[in-house]
């Protein structure tokens, strides 16, 4: 939840509204998409991870502390 954590989650959470617009549908369409892509077996998803399992969970927490902000 620190600084920079923060400024990094407001970042991606910019980079998704403007991908998004902010639309519900839009949103929610890429919530099932990345459902459907995690479901999948590593070796079948279509972009492999580029991230650490601790950098996930870093990021996964900022977002998290964004959130409650």
Avoid at 11 to 30: K, M, V
């Amino acid at each position: 939840a620190g600084p920079e954590a923060q400024t990094w989650a407001d970042s991606f959470n910019a980079l998704i509204s403007a991908f998004t617009q902010n639309d519900p549908e839009i949103e929610a369409g890429l919530q099932t998409w990345w459902k459907r892509h995690n479901d999948l077996p590593p070796e079948q998803q279509p972009m492999q991870t580029l991230y650490t399992p601790e950098e996930r969970a870093f990021m996964n927490q900022a977002l998290a502390a964004a959130r409650e902000r």
